[in-house]
C-alpha cells in the first residue's frame, strides 16, 4: 500500500510540474507601520517580500508524501513494521509535520492570507498540531486494548489544530460580511468546506483508533486507512489547490 501510494503521489507531483502556470504565485508581504506603536495605519508601506508559485507548491507537497511512502516500502520497512508492532508510527508524524503544514500555508495564502508573520504562525501552530499526534501515539499502547488511552496530547493537538482554520475563515467571513462585498462565488465555499473536511480526516481516524471503535480497535486497521487517506483525501487537497493556477487571471 505505501508503495502504490508513493507511485500515486509521483505521478500527481510530476503532473502538477508539467501542467502547471509557473507564473501563478501568491505574494508574501509583510507591513511596515513607519511609526511607534499606534501609528495610523494609511501611514504605513505594505510591501511584497517574495511569491509562492503555486503549482511548484503543490507539486512539493506531493513529493513529499511519495518520497516518505517509498522510504518506508523500499528503505526501512524492517523499522516500519518493529514501529507497527508497538502502535506507532514515527515516520508518518514526521512527513505529516512538514506536508500538512505546506499545505495549511497554500491553502491560508489561496484564500488571502499574505502576511509572511501570520503564515509562520500558521506553519508552526500546525507543525505542533501534528507533533501532538506524535506524543499520543508515544505515550499509549494501542496494541493493549486492556490499557485506558490518555486523550490529553489528541485535545491539545486539536487546539494547535484549530488555530489555522480561525485565521483563515475568520478574515474571510470578515471581509464577505461588509456592506458592499460581493464575496466569491458559492461553489468557492463548498470547496473551503470540502478542504476543511478532508484536511481534518486524518484526527478522526485516530480519534477512531485510539478509541477502538469497530475494526479501529486493531492499530493496523488505523495503519491502513491512514494511506488509504494518503491515496484520496491528500490528492483531493492537492488537485483543488492547485485548480487556482487554471483560474484566468
Same mark, same amino acid.
Given at each position: 500500500m505505501n508503495f502504490f501510494a508513493?507511485? $500515486?503521489?509521483? /505521478?500527481?507531483? =510530476?503532473?502538477? $510540474? %508539467? $501542467? +502547471?502556470?509557473r507564473d501563478f504565485t501568491l505574494p508574501v508581504s509583510g507591513f511596515n507601520i513607519a511609526g511607534p506603536p +499606534?501609528?495610523?495605519l494609511e501611514n504605513g508601506t505594505l510591501s511584497e517580500f517574495f511569491g509562492i508559485p503555486l503549482a511548484f507548491g503543490v507539486? !512539493?507537497? @506531493?513529493?513529499? @508524501? /511519495?518520497f516518505f511512502h517509498f522510504l518506508i516500502a523500499l528503505v526501512v520497512f524492517g523499522a516500519y513494521k518493529s514501529e507497527l508492532r508497538r502502535g506507532r508510527n514515527r515516520f508518518r508524524w514526521v512527513e505529516y509535520s512538514l506536508s500538512s503544514t505546506l499545505m495549511i500555508v497554500l491553502i491560508g495564502a489561496t484564500t488571502?492570507?499574505?502576511?509572511?508573520?501570520?503564515?509562520i504562525g =500558521? /506553519? &508552526?501552530a500546525n507543525a505542533s498540531m501534528i507533533l501532538f499526534g506524535w506524543i499520543m501515539e508515544m505515550v499509549n499502547d494501542s496494541t493493549d486494548p486492556t490499557t485506558k488511552t490518555w486523550f490529553t496530547p489528541f485535545w491539545m493537538g486539536c487546539v494547535a489544530g484549530i488555530g489555522p482554520w480561525v485565521a483563515i475563515l475568520l478574515p474571510l467571513w470578515f471581509n464577505v460580511s461588509q456592506d458592499g462585498a460581493e464575496g466569491p462565488p458559492a461553489? %468557492?465555499?463548498?470547496? =473551503? %468546506?470540502s478542504i476543511f473536511v478532508f484536511f481534518n480526516t486524518f484526527a478522526i481516524n485516530q480519534w477512531l483508533q485510539y478509541k477502538r471503535i469497530g475494526k479501529w480497535v486493531d492499530y493496523l486497521h488505523g495503519e491502513r486507512t491512514y494511506i !488509504?487517506? @494518503? &491515496? !484520496? /483525501?491528500?490528492? %483531493?487537497?492537492a488537485w483543488q489547490i492547485f485548480a487556482n493556477t487554471l483560474i484566468p487571471q
Open positions: 508513493g507511485l $500515486l503521489h509521483l /505521478a500527481t507531483g =510530476i503532473a502538477m $510540474l %508539467v $501542467l +502547471g502556470d +499606534g501609528t495610523p507539486a !512539493v507537497f @506531493s513529493l513529499l @508524501s /511519495a488571502g492570507i499574505t502576511d509572511f508573520a501570520a503564515l =500558521i /506553519a &508552526f461553489f %468557492v465555499y463548498g470547496i =473551503i %468546506v !488509504v487517506l @494518503s &491515496f !484520496v /483525501a491528500k490528492s %483531493v487537497l
